[in-house]
């Protein structure tokens, strides 16, 4: 499918921006990976434009696309409603049939923990030093199992995205900062061509061809190339359903690690919590 349409920001003076950050970003209370970045770059005297966008909150050149989301906001995604989880996944399907080159920055993802015992992720709140090299941690408990967020991050990583996990938000604004030298080439030696920051607005499924496709890339593993080679061979997502046991073997580059994932989605009970 073709990406949505997109334009570029210029100024008074007819020069595009190099970074389109997102407005709402911006006017968070709380210093986040992104307020730092743009301390950086208004240092640095970069171009850039401050505006309201449908996709991504940092919008560097040649089609890189952040979107930061703290690890507490990914999480409850997790948790909450079946509906924020696909609210989830629809933002980041979207976000990569726009970009060419989409990220998810995870913010303070690297300073989490695990615990399977509990089933749950804690999240550290806040650090006190206590005496040299000791310090006192408070932790919030969040009821996502761990095998639930590092399945989420594989997902997303199979749509084609990069995730990146930071530790906190001044590591973050370090990352982006190396992002937007690698959207310009300057982290190899050999400088490649850069196009300028576009602006994208969500696709709409205006066809019901392009429904069809978004309909299984909805299933794990299922990208929307391979939703396409799934209907050219069934002709109807229906057909598809129904003979999805065979999916391995009538459709190229679907295995039985795929096609068990879509299994366990479509024939596994139910339960509301």
Partial sequence: MSKPKGRIQFDLFGRAPEIIIDIYEVNKEKRNSVTLFLDKIRQHKIPHAIEKLELGDVILPNEYAVERKSIKDFLNSLMGSQNGRARLFEQMRNLRSSYDNPILLLEGALSIRLDYYDKAVYVPITKKKIRNRIYSVIEERIGVHPNAYLGAISAIEEMGIRVIKTFDAYHGARILWDLYLESKGKTKTERKEVSPAII???????????????????????????????LNVYKTPYNAILKVNRWDLDVEGIGEGILEKVRKVLFTEFHKE
Avoid: N
């Fill in 200 to 230: 994208r607005v969500k696709p709409k499924l205006k066809s019901l061809k392009e429904q069809q496709l978004f309909f299984l890339a909805g299933l794990p593993g299922i990208s929307v190339a391979r939703a396409l080679k799934i």
